[in-house]
Structures are given as C-alpha cells and as structure tokens.
C-alpha cells in the first residue's frame, strides 16, 4: 500500500509540475497550498513568496491582478474567467473547481490557467489578413473599367474579376513564384503585366522572355548571362535577363517549353537566388519576382518526363488559370467594342457593327481566344469596304467555323441526306454547349430543354460530360 501511495504520489508531481498549465492548489479558506512552475511565470513570482497566504491577501497587496478562488468559496460552484496580467502583459484563461470533503464542506479549490496570449495574436493576425483580403477585394471592386482597359483587360465577366482579384492579392502581397496558365491566346501576359503594375515593384523593370523563341544554344546565356570569352564570338560580357529584371519582375513565357538541359540551372536559379554567368566564377544574387506562363499542361509534361517535377513545384507555388473567352462570353461585347475603338482610332475609320452582327460574334467559339477576336476584327475594319461590317462578318466566321470542322472531323454535310445533317448539326451544338456547361443540368437550362432530353441526345451521339469535345473517353 506505501509503495502505490508513493508511486501515485510521483505521478502526480510529474503530471503537476511539467504540465504547461498553471495550476494552483488552495484550501477551504483560499489559502495557497501548492502553486506549480508554470503558475509561476505566467505571473512572474515565486512560489515560496504566495505559499501559506490567503488569496485575497495576495490580490489585495497586487501580487496578482484578480483571483478566482473568492468567487468559487462564495458561489460554491467552478467559475472560468478570461484575465488580463497587467505585470506581465499575457492573458489567461483561468478555470477553477471546488472540491468538497464528506461533510460538503468546500475543502480545496484547485485553479487551473491558460496562457491564450499566442492564441489571441494569431486571431489578431488572422483578423488582420481578412481585412487586408477584404481591402483589396473592395479595392478591385472599385477599380474603374477605364483602368483595367490601360492594361488592355476586360473583366465584365465573373471569371475574369476573381481572376484580377487573385492576381491583385499577389501583387500587394509581392510574393513569387506565380504560375500563370490558360490557353493560348487568352492573354496570359497581360495578367502578368497586371500582376507587376499592381504590386510595390511596379516602378522597377518588367521583363518578359519567351522560352520557346529562343534556340536551345542561347537560351542559357541569354537568361543568365556570360562572361567574356565565354564561347567563340563572345568578345565581351552581357548580363542575362534576371539581372535585366533586378528588383522588378521576369515573366518566362512559354515555360513549358523550356530544354531540358536548362531546366536544372533554373531550378538551382530559384531555389538560391542568384545566376551565375556562363564562364563566370562570381555567384550575381538577384531579387525579382518571377512569374511563368504555359499554355501546356505541365502536369502531363512531368509524366512524360519532359519536364522536371522539382521546377514545377517550385514555379507552382502560387497558380491562376486565365479562361478561355468561350468560357466567359459576356466579356465578347465589351472586348469588341473596345478593339474597334482602338483600330477605327488606329485607322482613322468608322466601321461599326449592328445587333445581329454581334450576335454573330457571340455564337463562334474563338478558338484562339482574345488573339484571334483581335486579328479578327483588325482585318475587318482595315480591309471591308462597308462601313456596317455584318456582311463582312458573317463571311469570315462562316470561313473560320469551316476550317475548324474540316480540323476537327466534325460535321461536313456534303453528300449528306437532311436527316444526317440534322444529326450532325445536333451534335455540333451538343459539344459546344458541353464546352460552355459541365453538367447535364446547366446544358439542359442552356438549350432550354428538359435534363432527361439532354441525357437521350448525349447517349445517342455517344457524347458524355465526362468525356471530351469528339465523344472519346479521356
């Protein structure tokens, strides 16, 4: 019986004295009969300095700032109290509990307290960061639709504006390593520019390099730099283009494009902070943000081994994607209208397109997105003769679908009897609306028709949500 008296004594003093709460132990008249370590400098004093006086004592002489046990003895009930230690700047969370003895007696009351000090400047900080996201939400909210065009972006669209709102977060933020991807032609850098113009760097270069235009064998000197007589014909030294975009931003377009050969050293580029010329034997430290941009997908690029998986991890710490102009159609209008502004200014001209015109525009898909809605109408505007460019509109979409269904394999009427070309048309419109809807639900509401139809015309034309735009499962 003494040895388990003596060994649950043991634990006790283990379990009191190492634990990160403070605890204090008094008896039935507030007396303090035990205060461990972590009471001690939660409160800054000793224990040999409050052992054997009364609580109220203590908090009368401000040896402690407010005490629980008073209440406890009088309501004969545990409490719990936030309090604030004005000597050493912390709070607590303070928890107290009477222990009665057989005849109810109140004969210990034993405190416990918390120190939530790290817990309240975390949700301080936390507190604070929802404000600064909130502030930049409001901010873009309020960003006139004129400066947005300065930088040649429209966002009528929902995708769009959640779009600038990331990039802008970005930018305030200033953090790098940005993965920009979209498809091609959807204007990857300009949301970079964006992205650079918003943030504290915005006086400091901008310097875009397009991985893809640049051979193999210059593509490294290029980007770091070489010394002189680094390689034949080198008769002097150039800096690359991370030192060109010190203290700014480099945007590496194109980067699924990137040689292998080349990937490693800009790996080791990103992960040190600093280049080092080809022929050169002094490490350049850089500081720049540094933006990539694809139109590949590079996930499937490190599967095929064509690309390395500690670069793409590195380039994705931060990601936004840039949508397609057939996913946001409501910025179609606002875009044509301000690209025929810029050429009519550009050219000295006064095309103007009517309703159906740009009805017209608005049901071809834009294969080559914001580009090719560009090209699109600068050739309209420069080369019609009409000043109303319906007509001219409805031949050059009409040429641009053809060459799209003769890509594709989808369609092609010719020899076709009425009920083919029905079916064929049927279909076309099914895998368009399939590309602006994911589910069944939303195509149904598209082409205002029931669900259950569109779940019929899908099986018949062996097409699936869950399947490509040509029926094939992916």
């Not at 057989?102 to 400047?121: C, F, H, K, M």
């Not at 194109?254 to 600093?274: M, R, W």
Request: with cysteine.
């Amino acid at each position: 019986m003494h040895m388990e008296q003596n060994m649950l004594q043991k634990q006790f003093d283990s379990i009191f004295h190492f634990t990160n709460y403070g605890i204090w132990i008094m008896d039935g008249q507030g007396v303090v009969l035990r205060v461990n370590e972590a009471a001690e400098q939660l409160i800054d004093v000793k224990s040999k300095n409050i052992i054997g006086k009364n609580i109220k004592e203590l908090e009368r002489k401000g040896i402690i700032d407010q005490a629980l046990t008073p209440q406890i003895l009088s309501s004969r009930s545990p409490a719990t109290r936030l309090i604030h230690l004005l000597k050493t700047k912390k709070q607590i969370l303070s928890t107290g509990i009477p222990v009665f003895d057989e005849q109810g007696r109140i004969a210990l009351v034993v405190v416990n307290e918390y120190d939530i000090t790290t817990l309240n400047s975390l949700k301080e900080q936390l507190e604070q960061l929802q404000n600064v996201a909130q502030k930049y939400q409001d901010e873009l909210s309020n960003i006139h639709l004129a400066d947005l065009k300065e930088h040649g972006i429209v966002s009528e669209s929902m995708e769009m504006r959640q779009l600038l709102n990331a990039s802008l977060k970005l930018a305030r933020l200033d953090v790098s390593n940005i993965l920009i991807t979209g498809e091609s032609g959807t204007g990857k850098g300009l949301v970079a520019q964006f992205v650079h113009d918003s943030g504290k760097r915005k006086e400091k270069p901008f310097v875009q390099v397009n991985c893809a235009a640049l051979p193999e064998s210059l593509l490294e000197a290029e980007l770091f730099g070489y010394e002189k007589g680094a390689f034949t014909g080198a008769t002097r030294g150039k800096i690359g283009f991370f030192e060109m975009a010190q203290d700014g931003t480099i945007l590496l377009d194109e980067i699924g494009e990137l040689p292998f050969s080349v990937q490693a050293k800009l790996l080791k580029c990103l992960e040190d902070h600093q280049v080092m010329h080809i022929g050169g034997i002094k490490p350049i430290p850089i500081n720049c943000t540094i933006i990539a941009a694809t139109n590949r997908d590079l996930h499937a690029r490190v599967e095929d081994k064509a690309f390395r998986p500690d670069l793409y991890h590195r380039l994705n710490a931060f990601s936004v994607k840039v949508p397609s102009l057939r996913e946001r159609p409501e910025d179609i209008i606002a875009l044509v209208n301000a690209y025929l502004y810029k050429y009519n200014t550009e050219y000295s001209m006064n095309k103007r397109i009517s309703l159906r015109g740009m009805n017209l525009l608005l049901d071809y898909e834009f294969p080559g997105n914001v580009r090719e809605l560009k090209n699109i109408l600068r050739q309209l505007v420069v080369m019609t003769e009409e000043d109303l460019l319906d007509g001219a509109i409805r031949e050059k979409v009409q040429k641009q679908s053809t060459k799209q269904t003769a890509v594709s394999g989808v369609g092609g009427s010719e020899g076709m009897n009425l009920t083919k070309q029905i079916e064929s048309f049927e279909r076309s419109i099914l895998i368009r609306s399939m590309k602006k809807c994911k589910s069944t639900r939303k195509i149904a509401a598209h082409l205002k028709i029931s669900q259950s139809m569109v779940a019929r015309k899908l099986k018949k034309h062996g097409l699936s949500t869950h399947s490509n735009p040509t029926g094939k499962e992916r």
